[in-house]
């Protein structure tokens, strides 16, 4: 079946540090991938998408690449901020006919200030 | 814009009892989600609809009944609570296909005593 991999449970920065937090997939299909970020006390919201290989998806600062030859799709930031503290999800969805979602285990950031 | 509304918010129930949290959706979407929230483990799938009166399991089926009998409505039922059971529930909606995003209420979280 499919799966999202993340690797980070948890990382912890300081204001300014770069960000890498790493997704790796496996998926039947041809999938789009996504990242969500969840504040406390909130449900998961998107960050960005991508759907082709190559493709960059960008938001508020973060940033990541769909790379279907390493099958990753991993979030970066260059200078991270107490406001980025959050739990941030990779996802995955594959072709039409099949609506499931698969998320990894999430990535809890904390930013110290 | 629409919103996802789920209710309760908090659920305390006793063990073997069941318990029904309710979804409600105004983005006209054909698909929902139920999702289970626990630490360290991410968001796994309990059962989703592509459609009024459609039901498709997920990984987390098991102790858990769902029923979709309105477009704009999702409900889950914990058939028999286990004690100390301690998690939330994430309801979502999406359009069909594979870039569509999912859209997250705020969770009902469950105590069972």
């Known amino acids: 079946g499919d799966s999202v991999t993340q690797t980070e449970g948890q990382v912890a920065l300081s204001e300014e540090d770069f960000l890498t937090i790493h997704c790796n997939y496996s998926a039947s299909g041809y999938p789009t991938l996504f990242w969500y970020v969840q504040y406390p006390g909130e449900g998961p919201q998107l960050l960005f998408r991508a759907s082709r290989d190559k493709e960059k998806g960008s938001s508020r600062g973060f940033e990541a690449t769909y790379d279907k030859g390493t099958t990753s799709f991993h979030l970066r930031k260059a200078s991270v901020q107490e406001s980025d503290s959050a739990v941030y999800y990779c996802?995955?969805?594959?072709?039409?006919?099949?609506?499931?979602?698969?998320f990894g285990a999430g990535t809890k950031l904390t930013i110290k200030p | 814009g629409g919103i996802i509304t789920q209710t309760p918010k908090f659920l305390i129930g006793q063990e073997g009892q069941k318990l029904t949290l309710k979804c409600q959706q105004n983005?006209?979407?054909?698909?929902m989600y139920w999702y289970r929230q626990d630490s360290g483990k991410g968001l796994r799938l309990i059962y989703y609809?592509?459609?009024?009166?459609?039901?498709q399991k997920g990984d987390l089926s098991e102790g858990y009944d769902a029923s979709r009998e309105k477009k704009s409505s999702f409900s889950l039922t914990v058939t028999s609570a286990q004690k100390n059971e301690m998690a939330v529930f994430l309801c979502?909606?999406?359009?069909?296909?594979?870039?569509?995003?999912?859209?997250f209420g705020e969770g009902s979280k469950l105590t069972v005593l």
């Open positions: 996802a995955l969805r594959v072709n039409y006919g099949n609506e499931k979602i698969t």
């Open positions: 983005f006209n979407h054909d698909t």
């Open positions: 979502a909606s999406s359009i069909s296909g594979p870039t569509g995003q999912l859209y």
């Open positions: 609809s592509i459609t009024e009166n459609d039901l």
